[in-house]
């Protein structure tokens, strides 16, 4: 059974910094690239950022560049999500999310999700 | 304002049928696979259909959906008050080099 557990999410102010953690097992960890989705309390999704399967290549929202890093660690089954600068507007669940396999290009959905962190910026 | 336009809104009684549009461009879904997630309220979402059409293990065949040019729809037939959910309809946007989604449309049995 696939599982993603997030976890680091909490109440930071802001500029302040915090590093969220995804747990994954029940499948082969390194077939997939990997994801974080953001929802604002009552918003839609918003995509935040995805890494490869080797971490070679990393995407990130516009919004968000320059301020969060994704990374994974392949041994240990787990990516995180490094935010600095944060800002009101980065208040939103954050979900760890199984992004497409890593030989087939075309596909574009998240096939599994996590439960979601609950990141608040607030002073 | 999101890349995919759906509407905020869709309603029906219980056994019909309702169809949710996903409205994009060339570069979003015109060019990849669109994919519909259920989000049912308090959970995460969860993925319903992708590659425009498939349908993963366990979905049931009330939920169908289709892609034509640069729009998207997803039908639900024999509704059900389990149904009442937020759909949201997602692909990759090969201008903006990211992953997109639509608003979503909060489904409501009546």
């Known amino acids: 059974e696939v599982q993603l557990v997030e976890s680091g999410g909490g109440l930071v102010q802001p500029g302040g910094s915090l590093r969220l953690s995804c747990a994954a097992s029940?499948?082969?960890?390194?077939?997939?690239?990997m994801a974080w989705v953001r929802q604002a309390p009552g918003k839609g999704l918003e995509w935040v950022a995805d890494?490869?399967?080797?971490?070679?290549?990393?995407y990130y929202l516009d919004s968000v560049k320059g301020r969060f890093t994704i990374s994974r660690d392949n041994a240990k089954n787990s990516i995180y999500l490094q935010m600095n600068g944060l800002r009101a507007e980065d208040t939103a669940v954050y979900y760890c999310?199984?992004?497409?396999?890593?030989?087939?290009?075309?596909?574009?959905?998240?096939?599994?999700w996590g439960q979601g962190t609950l990141v608040t910026v607030s002073s | 304002q999101s890349v995919l336009t759906q509407p905020p809104s869709v309603s029906a009684a219980p056994g019909q049928r309702v169809t949710l549009s996903c409205s994009g461009s060339?570069?979003?879904?015109?060019?990849?696979?669109v994919a519909w997630y259920q989000q049912l309220p308090g959970t995460a979402p969860k993925l319903l259909i992708y590659?425009?059409?498939k349908r993963p293990s366990g979905i049931p065949d009330r939920f169908s959906a289709s892609k034509s040019g640069t729009s998207a729809t997803l039908d639900i037939t024999g509704l059900q008050t389990g149904d009442e959910a937020d759909y949201y309809c997602?692909?990759?946007?090969?201008?903006?080099?990211?992953?997109?989604f639509g608003g979503g449309t909060k489904v409501t049995v009546l």
């Open positions: 590659d425009n059409t």
């Open positions: 029940g499948f082969t960890f390194t077939n997939y690239w």
């Open positions: 060339s570069s979003s879904i015109g060019n990849n696979y």
């Open positions: 890494i490869k399967e080797d971490g070679g290549q990393k």
């Open positions: 997602g692909t990759w946007d090969s201008s903006l080099l990211g992953r997109v």
């Open positions: 999310a199984r992004d497409r396999p890593a030989d087939i290009e075309s596909a574009t959905h998240f096939g599994y």
